[in-house]
């Protein structure tokens, strides 16, 4: 009965499951928003260029941001409540596929890398200050190399993620 109950309690996971879809909406809203607003500056005033590319940059950032959300939701739901694709009709991609907690983990670690590596790049075409740039560059380059190894020695990397 207590095992019955206990197994039951995972239910309370679909509450982090909705945060995460409702964020994930949020930030694709906010990318396209800022889609909108920056083509408009960039129609009224297409020049200089280099000014207006960290726009676009940041609308990935938001749709990598996204993303990065709905894969948090798809492996939580996938590993607490029951398996998105378990009655045959809805197919998911395989690397969308979540068998345990190293999945999740290893997927969404790989997107916080991105969107550092997009933020930074963000960064220098924005601010394009050397030294500045050179700084945050080591900062990324120090998280980047510590989730990677938190990452493979954990268990978070197999061969057939490639």
Avoid at 54 to 70: E, K
Avoid at 86 to 109: C, F, S
């Amino acid at each position: 009965m207590f095992e019955r109950a206990l197994s039951m309690t995972r239910v309370v996971v679909i509450v982090p499951v909705l945060v995460l879809v409702l964020a994930a909406l949020g930030a694709f809203a906010y990318g396209a928003w800022i889609f909108a607003d920056s083509v408009q500056k960039v129609i009224q005033d297409p020049l200089p260029v280099g000014h207006k590319i960290g726009l676009f940059l940041l609308i990935i950032d938001l749709f990598l941001i996204g993303a990065t959300l709905l894969i948090a939701a798809f492996g939580f739901y996938e590993l607490f409540i029951s398996r998105i694709d378990a009655d045959g009709t809805t197919r998911m991609p395989a690397w969308l596929e979540m068998r345990d907690l190293n999945d999740l983990k290893t997927r969404v670690i790989a997107m916080i890398v991105l969107v550092a590596a997009v933020t930074f790049v963000e960064f220098v075409v924005d601010e394009g200050s050397g030294l500045e740039a050179l700084e945050l560059g080591g900062g990324v380059a120090l998280v980047v190399g510590s989730l990677t190894a938190f990452a493979r020695l954990s268990g978070g990397h197999r061969g057939d993620q490639g």
